[in-house]
């Protein structure tokens, strides 16, 4: 264990309660240059304290250029520097850049695809269906599609081209950009920035599930909060059969962090940046450094916005070969795809006046309000959906960003439940047999390369998501739109 580890594991964190959901770090240390919040109920605060999570908001707040606060959300967890579920806004010119404030899996993110069909029309076919997911979706480390492959060239395009560059090949509708944030490619990549090394981990990804917590779920809307706006997103009634994607930039992403760690790392040195942990490992965001990490991380923003939109083809393959069909006939459009860990660059008002800021959500949401120039046109008088995932066989939630969260997270919310146990131990605690049973138990089909995927994604191990959109709600940085169940598990 390291110097900063064993401080965080004894360090009493002080804190203030704002409200029944709100919890303020205040600026105990002499480094802190500005407050930490915390948006939880007390039962999530509760768990935020068996790790380090409040510890690392703390150090964020020590960040050069920070401004207002350092934020963690309602399903934060300890991450690497960052917690997970992690908000932070650096000023353009004289803040940093820091790897940490992203994570390992760039632009891992949600996408959600509506249909015409209700539970009690698929059912028949729900089995097979999942089964040919199973099969046209590569899931786990290795695997791949034969008759889907991509060059060195073509890779280096696709990363500065996005989606589209996926859609004039046949993958996809035209229409697919429209509901993408960043339209599906975000300007600024540049493939030279990225290391041969996770080139070449990428070109045998593309298209591809991967394993771990990333699902395909068939599912079906449980509950409408707001007909109003679930109506403008396709969410039209309760038992409507939807589509939820959830993964990111596979090894590509992993790789553009660690080459970029090790960079980040020097340029501290070099920069004399004082930092409270190795961790956040940054650069001012002016200096060479930041600009090649932004480059490069924008290369796997657009890969992991193009991994989803293959997989989302060949769902719609899927529905085409089990009922023989157009599977326009059932809808599967596109509701929205959103990514969870990213850092953007955008003007917000602060402290009376507009300010140009590096925005890091790390297992954050956008959640922009209406009216705001990046929602859709089509949802523009409602606001961007917020797509919050859950863990294997709970709810899923829908929800609605709002001029509050503009206010209070820089526009963010929650990514999801947020983890309580790691992998190996739910391993140790779990049997995959098990889970499949009680999940089928439930009428909820499941489809897994391994049994043992199933025993660390068990439901205990994470958060309760239905309290994490709850919270959001009640605070007012994204509000409920539906609650959706599965009724179909596809894992890697």
Known sequence: MGESESRSATEKIPLEKINDYTWRIPQYKPAMRVPGIIFANEALLEKMQTDRTLWQCANVAQLPGIYKHAITLPDGHEGYGFPIGGVAATDYEEGVISPGGV?????????????????KEIRPKLAPLAETIFRNVPS???????????????????????????IKRGL????????????????????????????????????????????LEIQKVDKIFDAGAAKVFGLESEGQVTVMIHCGSRGYGHQVCS????????????????????????????????????????????????????????????????????PEKFGLKLVYDVAHNIAKIETHKI????????????????????????????????????????????????????????????????????????????KRHYWGGDIKAALEKRGIVVRAASA?????????????????????????????????????????
């Open 351 to 426: 402290d009376g006046g507009e300010r140009k800021v590096w925005v890091h959500r790390k297992g954050a949401t956008r959640a922009f309000p209406p009216g705001h120039a990046d929602v859709p046109e089509d949802y523009r008088s409602v606001g961007q959906p917020v797509l919050i995932p859950g863990s294997m066989g709970t709810s899923s939630w829908v929800l609605v960003g709002s001029q509050k969260a503009m206010n209070l997270t820089f526009g963010s919310t929650a990514h999801g439940a947020g983890r309580m146990m790691s992998r190996s131990a739910a």
């Open 140 to 166: 786990g480390l290795g695997s791949r599609r034969k008759d889907f492959s991509v060059s060195a060239a073509d890779l280096d395009r696709l990363v500065v081209e996005g989606v589209d560059w996926l």
């Open 452 to 492: 043992s995927v199933l025993a660390e994604e068990a439901d205990p191990a994470y958060k309760n998501v239905d309290v994490v959109a709850d919270v959001s709600d009640k605070i007012g940085i994204a509000t409920k739109v539906a609650r959706l169940v599965p009724i179909a598990v596809v894992k890697g």
């Open 172 to 215: 996809g509708w035209a229409e697919d950009v429209e509901h993408c944030e960043e339209r599906g490619c975000m300007k600024g990549g540049d493939p030279s920035k990225v290391s041969s090394t996770a080139k070449n981990r990428g070109l045998s990804q593309i298209g591809t599930l991967g394993s771990g917590n990333h699902f």
């Open 259 to 326: 080459d970029y760690l090790r960079v980040m790392e020097r340029a501290v040195q070099r920069y004399k940046i004082s930092l409270p942990d190795r961790e956040l490992a940054c650069a001012p965001g002016s200096s060479p450094e930041a600009g090649d990490y932004y480059e490069a991380m924008v290369c796997a923003v657009n890969y992991a916005f193009c991994n989803r939109q293959a997989i989302m083809h060949w769902v719609r393959q899927s529905f085409h070969q089990v009922y023989g069909e157009d």
């Open 103 to 119: 994570g390992y899996d760039i632009n891992c993110g949600v996408r959600l695809l509506t249909t015409r069909l209700s539970e």
